[in-house]
């Protein structure tokens, strides 16, 4: 699988929005279960959001109703709104994919991913 590449990462208010991006080759050439992970200082690889290959969302409940991820299939693109950011979200972001479907659950799960990215930095103030 191929290397990703995120990118929008950057500094920002509590109570503003920020945008990531990460290109997937092979998004729409077949089927593609996508993710976005992030790990802050001195903490797991924790889920934030995800996408089945049926197009089925799931959420980290601390980010639900502010983050949105989205596909942009002209782009080969899969994308992270985040809106209403808190300090609690100061992280580095990693885009993952794998190939296939799978399901809400297991779309979680950081070892189902073959592809990652080498992380984009997110440093939320209050």
């Known amino acids: 699988q191929v290397q990703l590449a995120e990118s929008g990462g950057g500094l920002a208010q509590a109570g503003d929005s920020l945008t990531l991006a990460c290109v997937v080759p092979g998004l729409t050439s077949s089927p593609m279960s996508v993710a976005w992970f992030r790990q802050g200082p001195g903490k797991e690889r924790e889920f934030v959001a995800g996408?089945?290959?049926?197009?089925?969302?799931s959420y980290r409940e601390s980010v639900k109703g502010r983050f949105t991820i989205s596909k942009d299939n002209a782009k080969s693109t899969i994308v992270l709104q985040m809106n209403n950011l808190t300090p609690e979200d100061t992280a580095v972001y990693y885009c993952?994919?794998?190939?296939?479907?799978?399901?809400?659950?297991?779309?979680?799960?950081?070892?189902?991913?073959?592809?990652w990215g080498q992380g984009t930095q997110v440093t939320i103030s209050s």
């Open positions: 993952a994919a794998v190939p296939g479907y799978t399901t809400a659950q297991s779309v979680r799960d950081r070892r189902l991913y073959r592809s």
């Open positions: 996408m089945t290959g049926f197009s089925t969302t």
